[in-house]
C-alpha cells in the first residue's frame, strides 16, 4: 500500500469512533474513559515523530486527497474534545475527582508558554474565546497572575458546567464567564489579552471583528495546528495585514496544537 493510503487506513478509524463518542453524549459519564483513551490515543498519534515524518513526506497533491479526511476528523475531534471536558467537569462536580489525562496535561502546560514575550500580570484583562465545560486556561492564569478573565462559550451547558467549576476550584479568583458572542461583551475596549481556542472554527472571522472592538495594544494568542496536527485543531489563516500583524509563532513540537501572537499592525509575518 502507498504512503496515502496507508495514513488513510491509520486515520479512518478515529473517524468512526469519534462519531459514535460525539452523539453518545447524555449528560452522565457513561463513555467517559472510553473517550479520554481514544483522545490520548490520538493525541499521541499527532506527535509522533514517524507519523510527522509520514504526513511531511507526502505530496502536495495527496494533501489535497486528504482534505476531507481531515476537514471531518477535525470537526468531529472538536465535538468529542467539548465532550471530554463535560466529563471531566461532571467527574469533579458529582465526585470530588480531579483527573488528569494526558490530553489535559498537554493543554495545562501549554498554558505557561501562551503569551511569549507578552507576559500577562495581575493588571491584565484576559478575554478566552471557547471557554469550555473545564476552563482550565481562566483558572490557571487567574491563579498564576491574578489578571481578571473573562471566559465566552456558544454552548449553553458549557457555560453551566464551567462557573460550577470556577466555583469548586477557583471561587475567589476573577473569572466571569458568558454565552455570549464578542459584539455583545461590555468590556472588549478593557481587553489586554485574548486567546483564541484551537477547536473554535471561525477563530479567524472572529479576530476580524475584534479588531474594531479592542485598543491598539491587545495581543492575541491564536492556537492552533498547521500539517498533522490540523487532523485535531484549525490551521493558520492569512489575515487582513492592514489590521493583525504576526509577532510571534510559539511552535510546540511536543503538543497537539502551537501558537501564533497577533498585534495591530501593517507588517505580516510569513506562515
Ligand atoms: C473544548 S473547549 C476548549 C478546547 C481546547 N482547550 C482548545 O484550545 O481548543 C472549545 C470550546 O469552544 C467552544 N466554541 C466553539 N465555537 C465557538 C465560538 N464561535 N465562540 C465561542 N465558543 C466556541 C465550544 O463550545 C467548546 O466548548
Known amino acids: 500500500m502507498n504512503a496515502i493510503g496507508q495514513i488513510q487506513d491509520d486515520l479512518k478509524p478515529f473517524r468512526e469512533k469519534f462519531g459514535e463518542f460525539a452523539s453518545l453524549y447524555d449528560r452522565t459519564l457513561l463513555n467517559s474513559s472510553e473517550l479520554e483513551l481514544l483522545l490520548d490515543t490520538y493525541s499521541s498519534f499527532i506527535i509522533d515523530e514517524d ?3 509520514r504526513w511531511e513526506q507526502l505530496e502536495q497533491r495527496e494533501w489535497s486527497e486528504l482534505d476531507p479526511l481531515v476537514d471531518e476528523l477535525r470537526e468531529q475531534s472538536a465535538r468529542c474534545v467539548a465532550v471530554l471536558e463535560k466529563y471531566r467537569a461532571l467527574r469533579l462536580l458529582e465526585n470530588g475527582e480531579i483527573d488528569i489525562a494526558d490530553y489535559f496535561k498537554n493543554i495545562e502546560s501549554c498554558i505557561e508558554k501562551e503569551f511569549g514575550h507578552f ?16 476552563p482550565m486556561t481562566p483558572l490557571l492564569i487567574a491563579k498564576k497572575t491574578g489578571a481578571e478573565v473573562v471566559g465566552i462559550d456558544i454552548d449553553e ?17 476573577s473569572i466571569r464567564l458568558e454565552n455570549t458572542f464578542v459584539e455583545n461583551l461590555d468590556c472588549t475596549k478593557e481587553l489586554t489579552h485574548i486567546i483564541f481556542s484551537s477547536t473554535v472554527a471561525s477563530k479567524y472571522d472572529i479576530l476580524e471583528q475584534l479588531y474594531d472592538l479592542t485598543e491598539e495594544h491587545v495581543v492575541v ?17 492569512k489575515v487582513n495585514t492592514n489590521k493583525w500583524r504576526m509577532v510571534e509563532q510559539i511552535l510546540q513540537p511536543t503538543q497537539v496544537f502551537d501558537i501564533a501572537l497577533y498585534q495591530k499592525g501593517n507588517q505580516s509575518f510569513d506562515l
Open 51 to 53: 507519523n510527522k515524518k
Open 119 to 134: 507576559q500577562v500580570t495581575a493588571d491584565s484583562k484576559v478575554l478566552l474565546v471557547g471557554s469550555g465545560a473545564f
Open 157 to 173: 451547558e458549557a457555560i453551566d458546567l464551567g462557573r460550577k467549576v470556577i466555583s469548586k476550584l477557583g471561587p475567589d479568583l
Open 221 to 237: 494568542a491564536m492556537r492552533f495546528g498547521n500539517q498533522l496536527k490540523s487532523i485535531f485543531n484549525y490551521p493558520l489563516q
